[in-house]
């Protein structure tokens, strides 16, 4: 990602693909989740691009991916409510660098947890497809400490004596509520993708998100997929189609 928008005065990184040709198409933002592994804030996101290159061609779409602050080039240190901000930026990133007929979003993991709590708050977001995302963010707010330490391990938090404050760095984790996020999407549409064998974020999880939407969401489950659905030929194809049926 060689592009930049702005996010809070933080530099983000990011990458437009955009099909030839067409004056004005439908945008889709693609947001990652949280990164992985010793170090795993230096390359998260590193195929987001492939991947938005071949669902603009395909689809025929405007996509916008990016690093959220804190990972691969993207400056900042990584906050959950610092994280919306940044997927809140990224649409309007999209809405100025291309014409557009409507924002759409997809979200990885918590990414998607994220994307669903945006549409949420922002009644101009067409729809929300989510792949492998857990229902809530308890298990971060109850083990805060633990995941501060895990955020230094991978990278997602560079700046030392970052946070100032803990209890407020907690908070968000408490008050972004996937899951009642998904109640005030209906009737526009989420889309759910998920891995029978996900060893990380269970079934359960996408089965709750689909209770709450009301009779508006669409869920699949991948028979013999794990986490990382965005390597899943079958879950490419799936997101395509939906792609296809909001346009």
């Known amino acids: 990602m060689h592009e930049w928008f702005d996010s809070d005065g933080l530099r983000l990184a990011c990458h437009l693909a955009r099909p030839p040709g067409v004056a004005r198409v439908p945008g889709l933002v693609l947001c990652?989740?949280?990164?992985?592994?010793?170090?795993?804030?230096?390359?998260?996101?590193?195929?987001?691009?492939?991947?938005?290159?071949?669902?603009?061609?395909?689809?025929?779409?405007?996509?916008?991916?990016?690093?959220?602050?804190?990972?691969?080039?993207?400056?900042?240190?990584f906050s959950l409510d610092g994280w919306l901000n940044d997927l809140r930026a990224a649409v309007e990133a999209l809405e100025e660098r291309a014409s557009v007929s409507g924002v759409w979003l997809c979200g990885s993991h918590s990414g998607g947890s994220l994307a669903i709590c945006l549409a949420a708050r922002d009644e101009h977001i067409r729809g929300v497809a989510s792949l492998g995302a857990p229902s809530n963010f308890r298990e971060w707010e109850l083990q805060s400490g633990k995941l501060l330490a895990h955020s230094r391990q991978v990278g997602v938090i560079r700046t030392p004596g970052y946070p100032p404050d803990l209890a407020a760095?907690?908070?968000?984790?408490?008050?972004?509520?996937?899951?009642?996020?998904?109640?005030?999407?209906?009737?526009?549409?989420?889309?759910?993708?998920?891995?029978?064998?996900?060893?990380?974020?269970?079934v359960a999880e996408a089965l709750a998100l689909v209770g709450e939407a009301l009779g508006s969401a669409d869920l699949r489950v991948l028979e013999g997929a794990g986490h990382r659905l965005r390597h899943d030929p079958r879950a490419i194809a799936l997101l395509l189609g939906w792609m296809e049926r909001q346009a």
């Open 169 to 202: 760095w907690t908070h968000a984790f408490r008050e972004l509520d996937p899951l009642a996020s998904a109640g005030k999407l209906p009737p526009r549409p989420l889309f759910i993708l998920h891995g029978r064998d996900d060893e990380i974020v269970p």
């Open 32 to 77: 990652h989740g949280f990164p992985q592994g010793p170090r795993g804030a230096a390359t998260s996101a590193f195929t987001y691009p492939d991947l938005a290159d071949r669902l603009a061609r395909d689809a025929g779409w405007a996509v916008f991916a990016f690093n959220l602050r804190g990972t691969g080039m993207s400056e900042g240190d």
